[in-house]
């Protein structure tokens, strides 16, 4: 190979890497999950299958009240009254960009409950997302990396599996036109209520946001005959939100190119 050639690439890797660094990936030491670990899976609740989001309220609010919103800083009420007062017609969602925690788990789309030894993976339909929970016995980082869904770990207190997640995107909100500072925690709670029916507690803390925790509730039904769809966010979208936060829609029929005058 041309020496000028090995130069010239790796003076371009390092040029990438020093625009797109790698993240870090967090190594836990694993083993291969043994015929114990399997049989102990078995005496869990059976979360296993295909999910669909029923109605969900605030916490303490009865049947046909309005859910209570979050409990806010002056200083985040003041920035959430702005934000409604020249509210964008529509979320970046409507470009494909997911909504993270906690909003990924309200959206109305089926997700698809797996258990495996030392994990529960969620595969949510909408914006074809995955979430990782690890209950291998692992602890919360103390120094995450910032992602849309955060890192979880869970552990199960008897019937109920407990999973706590920190370390969020920026561009993830507590709710609509309400930031995190960065030191969100999301504590959720599931658990059968009977065989087809899951409850979902959601309690969030921010203490530079929040006044005090906000806590939901949602219902997940299984369909046990269904499976999870594709969904490709980008394949001829025809939603859209523009810088201005405009919204818009084509209503050009596939296939049919415009009419030239």
């Not at 043994?34 to 605030?58: H, I, T, Y």
Request: a negative charge; proline letters at 9%.
């Amino acid at each position: 190979m041309n020496p000028d050639k090995i130069v010239t690439s790796a003076f371009a890797a390092a040029i990438l890497a020093t625009i797109f660094p790698v993240a870090a990936a967090q190594k836990i030491p694993t083993k291969p999950p043994s015929a114990a670990d399997w049989a102990a899976l078995a005496k869990l609740p059976d979360f296993n299958g295909v999910w669909e989001r029923g109605g969900g309220q605030a916490a303490g609010q009865g049947r046909g009240a309005a859910p209570a919103g979050p409990s806010l800083t002056p200083e985040f009420e003041a920035k959430r009254k702005a934000f409604l007062a020249r509210a964008p017609e529509d979320s970046e969602a409507a470009n494909c960009l997911p909504p993270g925690m906690p909003g990924i788990m309200t959206q109305p789309y089926p997700m698809e409950f797996l258990l495996t030894p030392g994990k529960v993976t969620i595969v949510i339909e909408a914006y074809t997302q995955v979430r990782h929970i690890y209950t291998d016995g692992r602890e919360l980082p103390a120094d995450p990396e910032l992602e849309f869904h955060g890192t979880s770990v869970g552990r199960w207190e008897g019937d109920t599996l407990v999973v706590e997640s920190v370390g969020f995107s920026p561009l993830t909100q507590i709710a609509r036109g309400i930031p995190h500072s960065g030191s969100m925690k999301i504590v959720e709670r599931f658990r059968l209520a009977d065989p087809d029916t899951m409850t979902i507690t959601t309690t969030i803390t921010d203490a530079g946001v929040l006044t005090a925790p906000y806590t939901t509730t949602s219902t997940l039904r299984r369909h046990r005959d269904w499976t999870i769809a594709e969904y490709i966010c980008e394949e001829n979208n025809r939603n859209s939100v523009d810088a201005t936060g405009k919204a818009g829609i084509d209503l050009t029929l596939p296939g049919n190119a415009p009419k030239k005058d």
